[in-house]
């Protein structure tokens, strides 16, 4: 069945659905000899799809895998990185390298916790697709007492690039002398978002730590390792999703990889 060629990359684990348009628009992807455009149509089983003069085989589409991270403190949320750091590919498996995977979102290199791991692209644009509305969870350790003001400017929203952050649910789940821990509950993932909000409202992040990624909680998973998700996680990931995509015809059953403890 013809599909759009940015959804068959993706599905094959050959990019991102928007690393796959950026492919299609510099001319590194071909059908049938001609180079492709943005849009277009194709079938693996009846038409040559070229990337960068190597063919795709059709019947070597791999095994999806789906996986929840709990990301050290220190490590890079990209495949590679050109500064030499440490990337949340370096804990898995040599067999899933050549898979397609890749993160899912980013935690910034300073934020450590729960990171989703797939080589599903589409699954990839249904969680980070800018109309989604999958919520984030942390536990956000700030330096100070925060006001009841700061708090509640925070979960009302305040500018950040001239526009408002989308309302958050804050709430005080401890409170130092010097400190004040925090649960926060986003649904939107701007770029260091909660660093950035803590310091307009005039405070300093001590530490950053994901919790959940919207109903697949982190619990007990060690720092470091990884587990699969299980088929009910990822149906319920996609429910979460508003963007009306169509999920993956069928799941392939969860990875069952897991590094050592």
């Known amino acids: 069945m013809a599909e759009r060629l940015q959804k068959i990359l993706s599905q094959y684990g050959l990019a991102s659905r928007r690393q796959a348009e950026q492919m299609i628009e510099s001319g590194q992807v071909r059908v049938n000899g001609e180079v492709a455009y943005l849009g277009q149509r194709a ?74 791991l797939t080589n599903d692209g589409d699954f990839t644009f249904r ?22 003001e700061a708090l509640e400017a925070w979960r009302q929203g305040i500018l950040l690039d001239n526009r408002p952050t989308r309302p958050a649910r804050v709430e005080v789940t401890a409170q130092g002398r010097n400190h004040t821990q925090l649960e ?23 530490d950053l ?23 009910a996680e990822i149906e319920a990931l996609l429910a979460e999703s508003p963007v009306q995509s169509a999920p993956p015809a069928k799941l392939s059953p969860p990875s069952v990889s897991h590094s050592p403890s």
Do not use: F, W
């Open 43 to 116: 079938d693996p089983n009846c038409d040559r799809i070229e990337i960068n003069r190597q063919p795709l085989q059709p019947h070597h589409r791999p095994t999806q895998h789906y996986l929840l991270l709990h990301k050290p403190l220190g490590m890079v949320s990209t495949c590679a990185d050109p500064q030499g750091r440490p990337t949340v590919l370096d804990v898995l498996p040599s067999e899933l390298h050549s898979a397609g995977m890749h993160p899912v979102g980013r935690l910034d290199v300073y934020t450590t916790g729960a990171l989703l």
């Open 209 to 231: 730590h994901r919790t959940a990624v919207g109903s697949v909680r982190l619990g007990n998973l060690n720092v470091g390792t990884h587990r699969a998700l299980s088929s």
């Open 184 to 206: 926060v509950v986003l649904q939107e993932g701007r770029n260091r978002q909660i660093r950035r909000v803590v310091q307009a409202l005039g405070y300093r992040v001590l």
């Open 127 to 148: 969680l980070t697709h800018p109309r989604h509305d999958i919520t984030k969870t942390y536990r956000v350790r700030v330096e100070g007492q925060m006001s009841p």
